[in-house]
Nanobody, 120 residues
């Protein structure tokens, strides 16, 4: 059974930093099968950061570019989201996503989420 577990959220003042972690079990996901999303109450879940399908280079939502960094220890390790220069509008629940395609079918998995709250 595939399981994703996020950690590292919390309360931080504007301008501060946090590092989120995502560990997976039950299946090994390639670098480009991992991503971070976030969601505020009443809003749709939005993409934050991931690894490009071709080449595996990181890419980011415009709203976090230059402030957030996605990384991974190795091809099978924990995925991180380093967040710097946090703003109140970054307050959300952050979710780790893992996905793969097999026989033409897309399979996606989510963690339980970790709350990030940025105070002004």
């Amino acid at each position: 059974q595939v399981r994703l577990v996020e950690s590292g959220g919390g309360l931080v003042q504007a301008g501060g930093s946090l590092r989120l972690s995502c560990t997976t079990s039950g299946r090994t996901f390639r670098r480009n099968e991992m991503a971070w999303y976030r969601q505020a109450p009443g809003k749709e879940r939005e993409f934050v950061a991931g690894f490009a399908w071709s080449g595996g280079n990181p890419y980011y939502a415009n709203s976090v570019k230059g402030r957030f960094t996605i990384s991974r220890d190795n091809d099978e390790g924990t995925v991180y989201l380093q967040m710097k220069g946090l703003k109140p509008e970054d307050t959300d629940i952050y979710y780790c996503n893992a996905h793969f395609t097999a026989l033409g079918n897309e399979h996606g998995y989510w963690g339980q989420g970790t709350q990030v709250t940025v105070s002004s």
